[in-house]
């Protein structure tokens, strides 16, 4: 049996185009077929990679050549963000893939924050990707997870989520209606924004009485127990859409390498797709260097920053020290180290892109910190009254920003990118306890995570309802 169904793959995987799925562990190295629906390999475990032959795609030979397909921008394919670029995503055929719009996004020159972090003028970019359809990143890899779907002729997807992931699922099956759309969310700690989205679109919503590490191990089993398509981030063809985020800030920055891409670290994979995007744009030739990447975890959930920074784990060839890694996942066991932090989005002691992550940051020469809720809250005030504004776990880059340029780690001169990855209005009740005049509120939503004050709080002025009394105010204060 076994030679024949070995070539019967091999000649499979010819015949579906230049992709494959390959084991990240290079001691095992086993291949798959891009048609397998698979979120570990089978015969180690470890997470796979989306691979390609490259001499087989036709990639253009320089990334300026991509400005040619702005002219086609009628083209739904062309107008997406992420497909436009599809020729350093291409594992499917054209026709199989799923687009809602996505990625069309803003990386936008922000002095005021640069001021804030510490940089010259000029230097600090934000790019923001709440302004995708579903309001965060997830849609650049929700269309890439979706055409992988269409291709393998899946009917369900489910998700185990903090939010946006299940309202990005539910967006693309509420608009494409390819798949019915399976959500699991922990007790009480999602953002009433993305909840609403969730529910909203129609999605099945399974509310387990756990947080989000029990929601993603429970998903994964009755993913694998229902034959349903999962689209969590250990799904490898959500990250390949993932790296069209890089693609986009170079396009705006002209095709210009940063110094550096700060990005805030919950499950870790936005931070493994930019290393893996920026890893095959330099294999390919079309970059000459590579900008570093600056991980943020919240304090609260800061699972990589232990075993990166403190307990010195690194990718190390593919042979990172499991044991360590291991023994710290059994002393958050042990000690009962549940993830908490206002940055519900990266509220995750169990980053399933944790080894892919480590692999990003050695490709990347990275650096990982944390930041504390008063850290994140406090940058993200300052990145909202600079306009447009984020959602808590976005701060965490701008936070982290700003504690890497005090350490000296980044330079004034350098050029730095944050990623933004989710809108203002997903998590409201977090800025309006910020900006509150309401010392309960405040206490509640934010006191008790350990956040003193609001440094740059713009508080309503409470009025009698005279008009005397309103002009007089407008005058004081404007
Ligand atoms: C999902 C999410 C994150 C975390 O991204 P990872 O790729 O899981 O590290 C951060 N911010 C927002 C707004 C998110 O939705
Ligand atoms: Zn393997």
């Known amino acids: 049996m076994g030679k024949p169904e070995l070539h019967a793959t091999r000649k499979s995987r010819h015949e579906s185009g230049p992709a494959f799925q390959k ?5 095992c190295g086993a291949t798959f077929d891009v048609s397998e629906v698979l979120t570990s390999c089978h015969r180690c475990g470890d997470l796979l990679d989306v691979e390609y032959d490259w001499d087989r795609v036709e990639v253009p030979a320089k990334l300026e050549e991509f400005e ?6 009628h083209d739904p394919l062309r107008f997406s963000g992420v497909w436009r670029f599809q020729e350093l995503i291409p594992f499917a055929p054209a026709e199989m893939l799923v687009t809602v719009g996505e990625g069309q996004t803003l990386c936008q020159r922000a002095d005021s924050v640069a001021d804030y972090v510490g940089v010259q003028p000029g230097n600090l970019y934000l790019q923001y990707e709440g302004m995708n359809p579903s309001g965060s990143f997830k849609d650049n890899g929700m269309c890439a997870a979706f055409s992988h779907a269409r291709l393998t002729g899946a009917k369900r997807a489910a998700c185990a989520s903090t939010g946006n992931t299940s309202a990005s699922l539910a967006m693309y099956s509420a608009v494409t209606r390819l798949l019915k759309a399976i959500i699991f969310i922990g007790s009480g700690k999602i953002a009433y924004g993305k909840l609403s989205q969730a529910l909203e679109y129609g999605a099945l919503t399974v509310q387990i009485a756990g947080d989000f590490d029990d929601a993603m191990q429970r998903v994964r089993e009755v993913a694998k127990d229902l034959g349903i398509y999962l689209v969590n981030s250990i799904n490898p063809f959500r990250l390949e859409g993932q790296k069209s985020v890089m693609f986009r800030v170079l396009e705006a920055l002209r095709w210009e390498v940063p110094d550096w891409i700060v990005v805030p670290g919950g499950n870790l994979g936005n931070s493994s797709a930019f290393g893996k995007a920026f890893a095959e744009l330099h294999h390919l030739g079309l970059i000459d260097r590579i900008p570093r990447l600056a991980v943020i975890n919240a304090a609260g959930a800061d699972t990589l920053y232990q075993l990166f920074q403190r307990r010195g784990v690194r990718w190390n ?4 020290d499991r044991t360590t890694i291991a023994d710290y996942y059994q002393e958050m066991d042990q000690r009962n180290l549940r993830a908490d932090t206002i940055a519900s989005a990266i509220e995750i002691n169990r980053p399933v892109n944790l080894m892919k992550c480590l692999r990003a940051l050695e ?4 650096v990982v910190r944390k930041v504390t809720d008063q850290e994140i ?20 880059s701008v936070a982290g920003a700003r504690l890497l340029r005090e350490e000296g780690v980044i330079d004034p001169a350098e050029r730095v990118v944050c990623i933004l990855t989710g809108h203002q209005l997903k998590d409201p009740t977090a800025t309006v306890a910020y900006h509150t005049t309401d010392q309960d509120l405040f206490d509640e939503v934010l ?9 740059f709080a713009n508080r309503a002025v409470a009025v009698p309802n005279e008009l005397d009394a309103i002009i007089r105010a407008i005058q004081l204060y404007s």
Do not use: Y
Request: hydrophobic share 30%.
């Open 317 to 320: 060839g593919g042979q990172p």
């Open 377 to 396: 809250l406090d940058a993200k005030a300052q990145v909202g009254s600079g306009g447009i504004g984020c959602e808590p776990a976005s701060a965490a």
């Open 447 to 455: 006191g008790q995570r350990g956040v003193r004050r609001a440094s």
């Open 363 to 366: 490709v990347c020469d990275g």
């Open 68 to 73: 040619r397909f702005w002219t086609q921008r």
């Open 23 to 27: 084991c990240i562990n290079p001691l």
